[in-house]
Every structure is written in C-alpha cells, then in structure tokens.
C-alpha cells in the first residue's frame, strides 16, 4: 500500500460546508489525526483508525501522520475552517523540513471555509474590501507584533478578522486590542462577533467598537473589525465596494 | 411562491470545491444570474433560467437578482470563490441600501473557498501566519489608496494575497506594485503565481520577489507575496507559525 497524507479543512461547523474534496478523502482514509473536537466531526466507519489528540500538539500530530503515511497508510489531518489559516497545514511543513526521510510522501492540502469567510456571510458582507487576518494568540510570537500590526491594519482601514481572540489562558489580550483599536480612531466602526458559527449555538451580535467588551469573546468567537466605510442595511453588515 | 436570493460561491473552479450548502441552493434554483464564465459552471436542467451577464454589471445584477426574488422566484448569484470576497455579496447589499422597498426579501449569502485559500492550498501553507488581501483593481478605489495599504502591509510583515493583479485594461498596476514592496525590502520574499487555480489550466510558480515579472500574472492568476520568514521544503513554501 503506498502511504499519503491529505491535510484538510472540515469546514467551520456544519455539514453542508464540507467540501466534496474532503468528504472524498475521508472516506478512503485509514487513519484521521486531529484536535478532539475536529476529529469527532468524521464519520465513523469500520476500517477507520480515529486518533484525536490535545490542542496544542500540533507537531507532535505532523510527526505522527508523517509516520503514518511514511509506513503505507492513508491518513488524513482535520481541522477545522481551512487547514491552511491557523491550523495544521503549517506544522505539517515544519515537520517535514525537520525530517528530510518523509519528503517523498505524496502530500496534498485541501482547502476549506475558513471562519472568517463563514461568519462574514452570516453577516452580510464585511470582507468586501481589503482586510486582513490577525491571529490574536501570542503562543507564538511576541505580544508586540500582534500590538504592531493591528496599528498598522488600522492605518491601512483594513477590515480586521481577528482569530483566536481570547481564551482561558489569555484573558488579556483582545482588552488590550480592543484598546489599541480605540486609540487608533477605530471606535466608530462596526465590530462583528461570531460565536460558533454555522453550528447549534450560533450568535452573531454586531455593535460599534467603542460598545465592544472583551467578555464577548472566547475561542469559539471570530471577531471582524469593520472598516471606515462599513456600513448596516436592514439587519446586514457590508464594507462598499468603493474605498473607503 | 415565496421568493428568495442566495448569494453564493462555485469555489475556484473544480467541482469537489463546490459546497453542498451551494449546490442545493442551485438545485431548487429558478434563477441564477451571474458572470457569464461563472454561469456557464452551474449544471443546466429544465426549469432553471440562466441569466449570464457581463463583468461590469455587478450593480445591475444585483437589481435584476432582487426584482426576480421580489417576484417569487428563487434566486441564486453565483461568484467564484467566495461571494463575500471582492464579488457580488457587497454589490447586492448596495443594491438593498438604494432600494428599501426590496428589505424584506429573504436572503442568504453562502460561503465559498476563495482563491486565496486554494492557491495556498496547492503551494503549501503560505497563508499560515498573520496575513491581508489586496484587490489591486483600481476601478473603484483611487491608486495610491493601494498603494499606502502595500507599503503598510510590508510593514507589517503579513503575507499579502493579491488579487486582480493585472488585466488588459490595467497593464501597469502590479508592475508598480512589485516595485512598491522591493523598495519596501521586500525582495527576497517568496511569491507564488497560482494561475487558474484548480482547472485544467492550473499553473503554480514560486519564485523570489526580486525575481517576479508583471507578464507573470493576469486576471485568472491570484498572486501571494509570502512574509519575510516563508520559506521553502521540497516543492512546497509555507509560513512557519511562529513570528517572523
């Protein structure tokens, strides 16, 4: 049996949002490796080895479906929104330069809704100017980096995703963005919170930046800055298509 | 006959790409406007009107769309990739704003997997970091608006998806925006040409800024100019996760 291993994106919650790509890889894998809560997302079937793991274990997972796919099995990687926004597609690729023997295994990377694309539909249309995306976690880099870069996006009148604003371990910082967002003259835009979007316990609330509490976020909310020009039509959100 | 409008994305181009949530609209469709190339993707059957349109018409679209959904038919426009992504969401909602009468009608945006994300997806994971999107059309936003946000979004060291980068009628803009981000210390950053991604016609290229010619891109080719620490493993480029 020759071994590969497909790297894919499940979506930002429901089923009508997986792509038939994936759903087709899934159902020829032998092993899917993933977070817990993505992982349980698959279809269980006869034949299908379900290795679900802790959240922060994203090379110890690259190395392990590597390993896999390196001894002949067909392996797929979830996560959730797209595996190339924040997820695993990025520790598969460290993993793979820290171990050249794997680098002939066939590879693919299968792309996904990411939560932003998700919770701006939900919305109206948001991201229908230039925006960027800023991942709120400082696990990996230097709180002054995120600080930096929101100034700059502001500057910019980007429409700002932010992923990943807050969460148990780091109750702090999207107060402090939220602040920095203020300072920049921001407090008149529209800020979009999207809970769990697209699944059961969807929320979706809209208000001003200025009204924004830092409590109205956690890990499972995707936070969208408008900018300048957004603007409400009805119960809809939308950046025009003119600059700002 | 109640009346509705889907706003939806066909995804980059291969049918594995298209949701299932986007293809059951299309399926109890009465109606689909869109963009003559994108039209021409959705599977023809008895009953469904094609209504194919030109690329300018995006204001007169929605319009149409809304009319058809005021009158009781059910009404799907179609975009690439993403509908919420410099396509037609934004269009249709400024086309709601212009029009009160039409506020009632039941509409839907469903997401798509935008350009960006399958182009990432086929070069590896460059978008795996901090990133921003660009549409380098100035046909609705002044040039040096595109400019300041290039020259902020080097500063800021996000990966910078472009889209739009070059047409017929634009020759010369991404041109100036190649020699925008060398100035800017760009040069040896990895780009990625992600030609028609997808498609028969799929053309990926990596190669260094400094490297990178304008006749390298056209309006089927989504550009992504990685961060200053992408870096390559075998025939992939990805971002690490950790800052640059």
Known sequence: MTG????AG????????????VSAALACATDVLGYAPYVARVPVRDGLRLHPSDNRMELQRADDALRLAAAGRNVVI???????????????????????????????????VTAMLAAAAR??????????????????????????RLRLAAEADFAIA???PRSAGRPDG????????????????????????TTSKERIETLSLREARPEMADMATLVIVGNSATRRVGRWVYAPRRAP
Chains 1, 2 share one sequence.
């Open 4 to 7: 590969w291993l497909a790297i």
């Open 10 to 21: 499940l979506g930002p919650g429901d089923g009508t949002l997986v792509t038939p790509e």
């Open 78 to 112: 979830v996560s959730s929104g797209d595996p190339g926004v924040f997820a695993m597609a990025a520790a598969v690729f460290e993993a793979l330069e820290a171990s050249p023997q794997w680098q002939g295994i066939a590879i693919r990377v299968l792309p996904g």
């Open 123 to 148: 919305a109206g249309a948001p991201l229908g100017h230039d925006f960027c995306a800023i991942n709120l976690s400082d696990n990996l880099k230097p709180w002054p980096v995120i600080e930096k």
């Open 162 to 164: 932010i992923y990943n």
């Open 174 to 197: 999207f107060a402090r963005a939220l602040e920095i967002l203020n300072e920049a003259g921001c407090g008149d835009r529209i800020v979009i919170f999207a809970h769990a979007v």
